[in-house]
Each structure stands twice: as C-alpha cells, then as structure tokens.
C-alpha cells in the first residue's frame, strides 16, 4: 500500500482534475418532520426514527447507541433517537424507500445496499481495498478520496439523502460447509450476497455463483441449504448465529464492510440550524466511537464463534490470500470503473501499487 502522503498525492491529482462535482442539497423548509417536530425554529422537539438491520451488540449497533446519547444530551432533549435495530421496522428491502418519504428517518445501510439509487457507493466493496483493518482509516475517511466521492455523490442529494458519517464492520470473512483454502474451492458453491454486481462479480471469479438476499434472511437460507454460504465479519456472523449452520470459516479480510450514514435530507434542513449541527457533531462522534469498537468487538465475536465448536476457522498464509486477490484485483476493480469512477479506481489502484 502506499503511504499516507501518496495518498495524499492521489486525492490531491483527483480533486485537482475536478472529477467530482459538489452537489446541491435536496430540498429545504418547514414541514418535512413525519417523525419530527413542526418544522419551525425555536424551542421544538424533533424525533429520529434510526432504523438498521444488525443487532444492538455489533459495531453499527454500539455507533447509533453512541449517537442517541450523544444527540441527546447535546440537544437538551429537543431531539429524541429511537432505534430500531434487526431490521424490525424496516429491512433491507424497503429501508431506503422509508428513509425518502421520511417514515424513518436515519439509516446507516452497508455501501452495497445503495447499488440501485447510488451505484458508485460500490467503490467501498471493491475486493481487497484493504490488507487490514489499519488501512481502513487512510483510505476511508471524510477527506480520503473514497469518502469523498460518498460525501459528493450526487445520486445520493438527488434522491433527498444526506451523508453524516461513516461507519464500518471491519473486514469480511467468508463461510460455507467446506473447506475454503483457494478459489478453486468455491467452485460450484453459491453464496449469499447483498445486493451490489461488484460482490457478484467477485464470486464469479471465484468461480461460486450468488444470490442476493436480504440480512435478515440470510440465517434461514444457510441453514435450509437455499445458499451454500456467505461473507461477512466475525460479528455478523456470531450475532445471527450463522456459525451454528456453517462449518468452515476462511479467514479471508477479503472485502469491507462499509456503512454510510445517512439522513432525510429535508427533514436535517427543517430543523434549526443550532440543532443541525448538534446532528452532525453528534455524527461525528459517534464515526469515532465506531471505528474504536469495531475490531474489538469482531476480535470477540472471533473468539465466541471459536468457543463455540461448531466451526472450524482457517487463517490463510500470505501465498494463499494472493491467489484470492489475484483472481479479483485488478480485474474487478476495472470492470467497474465506469460505475465507480475511473479517476477514483486509478488512484485507488495507484495506493495498492498495482
Ligand atoms: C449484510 O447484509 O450482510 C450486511 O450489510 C448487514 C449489515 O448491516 O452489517
């Protein structure tokens, strides 16, 4: 990987050449609060409805806690959080419809489930964009040349969605019922998906086939055998009992995921502007405390799913992770860079010194 002033370089060149565009928020006013207050300045009350689909104990689960404490406090009580986690209000198929006619109104959705409204946000499941989950903060970040094409993403202000922040899961790994030590071993396997072409195609290197599937549903369909495995991290897993139903466990760091905070535009520009910015250093803080907690908690869920005994977790040599990377990178990375961006898939290539 390049160094942090390469990166620098890169994301210098990209905004230099006037790739991304900033975009126009959506639209303003009163009146826009289905879960907030009457809209007006002054001393009013707004609720946030936050809807996600893992549990309260993973690392987005812990972060939107961290935010409804923070907003909170901050706000004096003028603005009330209520979360609703494991995708009890909302999942992840009518998550983001809810979140445009502010039935809900914060989501923090993995990039992938962004593909049909905003298919650039793919750029953070591209395959190997990390070694390791100290690379995560280089190379996203609010000013990082990723984080800013999300900031920026104009799919995105048009559909009415504002970004307050990022948040991630770490790394993923992948599970099936069998031994996964090359690509070759993925041959004929099909695995459940979240809904991005990027991870589709990443498998079809692989050689394994993909459905798309909803999180929620993804326990039932490994333990009927409608999928023969997945991807995700440690704390996915253990928190939906996935390992219970899967065998083998492939060390993998394969791939990222990268959650995208995001509110109702027009509700964030109802409220006054004092409360705006609590929302947003609340955000912030919240960022923060996702990325101290998110290793830990997936080293855990690691050592759970291993006290567990019904998995069997490979950690793969150097030599054998290449050959998964090898398979996908820069292929991959390259059939997508009309999708994602070309200038941002070289730079971002340019990182790797590839
Ligand atoms: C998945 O669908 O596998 C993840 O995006 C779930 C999540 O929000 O972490």
Redesign the pocket.
């Known amino acids: 990987m390049m160094g942090r002033q390469g990166r620098r370089s890169a994301l210098a060149v990209l905004l230099l050449a006037g790739t991304i565009a900033l975009s126009a928020c959506g639209a303003r006013g009163a009146g826009a609060g289905g879960g907030g207050g009457d809209g007006a300045a002054g001393g009013e009350t707004f609720t946030i409805k936050l809807s996600h ?2 549990t309260p104990a993973t690392p ?1 689960g812990q972060a939107a806690e961290k935010f409804k404490e923070v907003v909170e406090e901050r706000s004096g009580g003028r603005i009330t959080v209520e979360i609703y986690p494991n995708s009890e209000l909302y999942g ?1 198929k009518d998550e983001l419809q809810a979140l445009q006619s502010n039935s809900v109104q914060m989501l923090a959705p ?1 990039s ?2 962004f593909t049909t409204v905003a298919p650039a946000l793919q750029v953070l499941d591209l395959p190997f964009l990390f070694d390791t989950v100290e690379d995560i903060p280089d190379v996203v970040s609010p000013d990082s040349a990723a984080g800013r094409a999300i900031y920026e993403n104009e799919a995105l202000a048009a559909n009415n969605i504002k970004v307050l922040g990022l948040w991630d ?1 770490g790394l993923k790994q992948l599970s099936s019922n069998t031994e996964m030590r090359t690509p070759a071993d993925l041959a004929g396997l099909s695995f459940r998906i ?1 809904p991005s072409d990027v991870l589709r195609s990443q498998f079809e290197r692989w050689g394994a086939s993909s459905t798309p599937l909803a ?1 929620a549903e993804v326990y039932n369909a490994l333990q009927q055998g409608v999928v023969d495995g997945q991807e ?1 991290p440690y704390s ?1 897993i253990e928190s939906q009992n996935m390992h219970t139903v899967q065998s083998h466990i492939t060390a993998s760091n394969h791939g990222y ?1 990268g959650y995208v905070l995001v509110i109702n535009n027009e509700f964030f520009e109802s409220m006054p502007a004092d409360l705006q910015e609590i929302v947003q250093a609340s955000a912030d803080e919240a960022s923060t405390y996702n990325r101290e907690v998110a290793a830990q908690l997936n080293e855990e869920a690691r050592t759970t799913i291993e006290q567990a005994g019904t998995t069997t977790i490979l950690d793969l040599t150097d030599e054998e992770r290449q050959a998964f990377r090898d398979a996908v990178v820069p292929s991959v990375w390259q059939q997508y860079a009309d999708v994602i961006g070309p200038e941002l898939i070289d730079a971002l290539l340019a990182e790797q010194g590839a």
């Open positions: 689909v893992v987005k992840d993995a992938a489930k899961n979240q999180f995700n996915n995921i």
